[in-house]
């Protein structure tokens, strides 16, 4: 079954604004990661952060976790038309789990 | 660096025929994964790999099986292929730390059965 589960499924914003997607998991985490796919291509990894981080930023990237929820947000800032591509969560399922789950992710569409 | 490459990146198949899909890094990675990818659902993890010789089974492991005789190749086999495996089916590779971090993805193997 899917650990995580982002939201929206989908996302339309104008070039410069703000995009702000949401994850949320079922089980603890030592870390939770979030992707980029563009349309074809294989995921691109972003951030991490870890269990015991409550933010991190990475360029544009704002990553935020709050473990006592389950969940995590990633925002986008300025957002520009390259930005159009889906994002997904990812979890390992804490203790001595190898492996990461995927959510089915947010397709955000940035236009021009 | 190449990074992660998969072959074939586009295959046709009909039914009850088998395949193998290659995956193959060279960055020295202990783990590596495979993925499927389904409209709709994310990415699944099909099975994965700790280290060389060893294989693990995914979420959705059924009618598949694998192979890592070389750390750096992984292996993924279809035996009888059904329609219901038409996907795309990624490999994915990580160093063998632990916690898992970054996984370095390839450009995906789109597979048909008809």
């Known amino acids: 079954s899917q650990q995580g589960e982002e939201d929206p499924q989908a996302l339309s914003i104008q070039e410069g604004e703000n995009a702000t997607m949401n994850c949320s998991y079922k089980t603890s985490i030592n870390n939770l990661q979030w992707y980029r796919q563009n349309s074809g291509r294989g995921l691109v990894h972003l951030i991490l952060?870890?269990?015991?981080?409550r933010e991190k930023h990475s360029g544009r990237l704002r990553v935020t976790l709050d473990t006592s929820k389950k969940s995590s947000s990633l925002l986008i800032t300025a957002s520009r038309a390259a930005d159009t591509a889906s994002y997904f969560c990812a979890t390992d399922g804490g203790g001595s789990n190898y492996k990461l789950t995927f959510g089915k992710g947010t397709l955000l569409t940035v236009n021009p | 660096n190449a990074g992660v490459t998969q072959t074939p990146k586009f295959r046709v198949l009909k039914t009850g025929q088998s395949m193998t899909l290659l995956c193959a890094q060279d960055?020295?990675?202990?783990?590596m994964y495979w993925y499927r990818q389904d409209p709709g659902m994310g990415l699944r993890l099909i099975h994965y790999s700790v280290g060389e010789g060893t294989t693990a089974k995914g979420e959705v492991p059924d009618g598949y099986n694998v192979s890592r005789l070389k750390k750096q190749n992984f292996l993924l086999g279809l035996e009888s292929a059904a329609p219901s495996q038409t996907s795309v089916y990624f490999c994915a590779s990580s160093h063998g730390t632990y916690p898992t971090g970054e996984l370095f993805f390839g450009e995906g193997s789109r597979l048909t059965v008809l």
């Open positions: 960055m020295n990675h202990e783990y």
């Open positions: 952060i870890r269990s015991n981080e």
